[in-house]
């Protein structure tokens, strides 16, 4: 059978219909931006301490002393767990013994904070922290929070690919997009951290599978010479800007529930799609749908305003491939020769190190110096640049010596962060902005690197397989920023050296620049995996001219 490529080649590679295509396939991708780091202000902690009843016999002068000071961040700050024990300062006031001179306060009794916690109004107007006092013996929860949301992407991750070979690119990226925006709605009506957190991890599940398989029905549809556009430029730089949407609506919207329906809204937007967005061609293919397949290619032509061929698929090349296209795949497929399981498992080990960094540096913008809100739109603004660096270094440079380049930038930068003075903040901002740029080009490329590494009948699946690795690394990644709390440096040197590492492995990956995208396991074996000499064949060398990879749009 002719190659899918070279059948549909008369459409033209940027007509009406794959620039309506790529723009739809792109805006639904907002959404994701906000879901998919909303945690930094649903659940931010802000300043906290422990509250003294209204009713406890305390003068003003006590009350104002019933906190402990303790030594954080190089500086007395008053205590965010404990108080001294009421019930003595009740004495000591009444007897009108004054602290600090008449009764010294470091040798007395503390107790917990037994009435709650008073909470900082300043960044926060309430969060689920606030809500529910994730806070001292209960701070666990907030990062295991946002944890259980990457569980449920981790989720999203590992199906999504596996449902839509099966059930078809169009149908599980509207059922994504239904779960993400209907579940974010029903946390709004939470009553328990427990019933917010299975509905986000829940939220995490449709949020994952809507990126992924909008992502890989964009590559299928669109030419190659858009395809890495979309999957760079367009994809992502879309998911920035709801990234960057997200911090305005959090400035203005403090209280958590009103934030989270105002980040639902923009879901609904999406339904109109349903009758615009089309199947993909290649899978209908992959199932022997070839009559379906035909009317998308048509329709196609029309939109485009060119004459389409009376056959697009011979009856008698069609049946001689049906055996092949109809062979179902499994996940084991992904590691049915020794070749494969080379290729899948160095991904996998990319993947999830290239997480790590990308989600910790992510998460930890409050930590940051300034307002949270700023560095969280820094944050964004930054992937911006990073997604335009990742596209003029898919066209015109080998995937490998990219990604490696932009893993050891972003991975040395935040190496260097410990050395940088303690009062010279802006620098270590900078830094830290540096080195989220560096791995945000990478992550960006992983998608385009493992599209064209794998055939047609598994792409999805080697796709939701391999991003699953990075949903475990973004598991972990809460706790890395929760490090922090013991060692302000220790999250920098632990995500920069799994990210240096991670650029070392890239190097022995195969190079799959020039070489078009494989519709079959026989193909994919031929591409060039070790740098011992194997060589492939049948395929276009991969020093061809990068013109024929990317056109200006």
């Not at 396939?25 to 780091?37: H, Q």
């Not at 917990?112 to 109004?121: A, F, K």
């Not at 989600?359 to 997604?387: K, M, Q, R």
Request: aromatic share 14%; glycine share 8%; hydrophobic share 45%.
């Amino acid at each position: 059978m002719r190659d899918y490529e070279e059948v549909t080649a008369f459409l033209g590679e940027w007509g009406r219909f794959q620039r309506l295509v790529f723009f739809l396939l792109s805006a639904s991708i907002v959404p994701n931006g906000f879901n998919g780091m909303s945690a930094v202000f649903l659940a931010g902690t802000p300043e906290h301490r422990c509250a003294v009843p209204r009713g406890a016999n305390l003068s003003g002068e006590w009350r104002n002393a019933s906190i402990p000071l303790e030594l954080r961040g190089g500086r007395e700050e008053p205590s965010r767990c404990r108080r001294y024990r009421l019930a003595a300062l009740a004495n000591f006031s009444a007897l009108g013994l004054r602290p600090g001179s008449d009764v010294e306060l470091g040798s007395l009794e503390q107790e917990p904070c037994l009435d709650g916690w008073e909470y900082s109004r300043d960044v926060y107007r309430s969060t689920i922290v606030t809500e529910w006092n994730l806070v001292c013996e209960d701070d666990w929860k907030a990062p295991l929070t946002t944890s259980l949301f990457f569980v449920g992407v981790l989720i999203g991750s590992f199906i999504s690919g596996q449902l839509s070979d099966r059930f078809g690119r169009k149908n599980i990226l509207f059922s994504t997009m239904a779960v993400q925006t209907g579940f974010s709605f029903l946390q709004i009506f939470s009553t328990s951290w427990e019933m917010f957190t299975v509905l986000f991890l829940i939220v995490g599940m449709g949020q994952i599978s809507n990126y992924v398989v909008a992502f890989i029905l964009g590559t299928e549809i669109l030419g190659k010479s858009v395809r890495i556009v979309f999957s760079t430029l367009g994809v992502c730089i879309f998911f920035a800007i709801g990234y960057m949407l997200l911090p305005l609506f959090a400035y203005f919207i403090r209280d958590w529930r009103m934030l989270l329906l105002a980040l639902t809204v923009p879901g609904l937007f999406c339904i109109p799609l349903w009758w615009i967005i089309p199947e993909s061609p290649r899978w209908l293919i992959s199932q022997g749908r070839y009559k379906e397949a035909e009317v998308i290619i048509q329709k196609a032509a029309k939109i485009n305003g060119v004459p389409a061929p009376a056959v697009l698929f011979d009856t008698a090349e069609m049946q001689d491939s049906k055996p092949q296209q109809q062979q179902k795949a499994i996940l084991l497929d992904l590691f049915r020769t020794r070749n494969i399981a080379t290729i899948t498992i160095m991904s996998l080990l990319l993947w999830f190190f290239t997480s790590v960094g990308y989600f910790g540096l992510s998460l930890s913008t409050p930590n940051w110096h300034g307002s949270a809100y700023i560095n969280c739109f820094l944050s964004a603004v930054i992937e911006v640049p990073a997604y335009v660096i990742a596209w003029l270094l898919l066209r015109s440079f080998p995937r490998r010596y990219s990604l490696s380049g932009t893993l050891f930038l972003g991975g040395g930068v935040v190496l260097f962060i410990q050395l940088v003075p303690a009062d010279l903040n802006v620098l270590s901002v900078g830094l830290v902005m540096l080195g989220k740029f560096g791995i945000t080009a990478a992550f960006s490329m992983l998608y385009v690197y493992d599209v064209e590494l794998y055939p047609t009948l598994v792409r999805n699946m080697a796709v939701g397989a391999t991003s699953t690795a990075s949903r475990l690394g973004s598991i972990i990644a809460p706790y890395f920023v929760y490090l922090g709390a013991y060692d302000r440096f220790l999250p920098y040197i632990l995500m920069g050296s799994l990210t240096v590492l991670i650029g070392i492995l890239t190097l022995f990956l195969p190079e799959s620049y020039g070489n078009p995208l494989p519709e079959s396991f026989e193909q994919m074996l031929k591409v060039k995996c070790f740098r011992n000499g194997q060589q492939t064949t049948g395929i276009r060398n991969s020093k061809e001219s990068p013109k024929m990879l990317v056109t200006p749009l």
